[in-house]
């Protein structure tokens, strides 16, 4: 099983701010969208999730907005709905006037892995920025997508967030057979928690593969202007450190 999707190119009036492009990721794996400021991540992550026109197919099949979530960059909200509440949106289509014991049990379940459980009565307005981002991760996740995109999902967060995060989302994606499909800044965190990268700089994908593909000294000098000394950490992946 896979992910497909043939993406048209998008238009900023009568610039172009991403080119079309082929993107393929086997089920079960996590794909990182990587490259500088500016550099067409957000607008791919958007097409990839289908906001305007569903592009994305499973085993050549279309995928429905059911089957997407999806997170942008600005996640603040401000209404006066509690933790658990604002999870069980997640779920909204589904729900009826009576909220079923499952589906509470489920976003009891859901705020326990990613350790928000102690916050589930708690307001949504009174949460710092990373709490909120953490909880409407959860609400995505929550549907069970088959394909989760998100846009920098740990911006937010302190470092010990950022590993909780990162590796619920790889155990997501191999334990639901799903595709996660997210933008990140840090390189090291994109080679240790990605299976799949794809370097997009000008609207223009340069490369996708694995991590030793994508992630080479020409290949980082060229994109971030930087000088990267490429170092080994001690379970093995990559880290990068800028020069």
Known sequence: MSLTADLPPVFKGRSQILQPMQIAVPAGQVLGVIGPNGAGKSTLLRSLAGIDVLHARWNGQP??????????????MNARLSVLE??????????GWRIATADLEAAGAVLADLGLAHLEGRSMDRLSGGQQQMVLLAQRILRAPRLLVLDEPTSALDLHHQLVILRHLKSYAQDK??????????????????DRLLLIDKGQRLVIGDNETVLTSRQITESWNITPELLRARDGFCVIVPH
């Not at 089957?67 to 996640?75: C, E, L, R």
């Open 63 to 76: 995928l429905s907005h059911r089957q997407i979530g999806y997170m942008p960059q600005a996640f603040q």
């Open 86 to 95: 604002a999870v069980l949106l997640g779920k909204r289509e589904a729900l």
């Open 177 to 194: 057979g799903a595709v996660v499909a997210l933008a990140l800044h840090d390189l090291t965190l994109a080679a240790r928690f990605c």
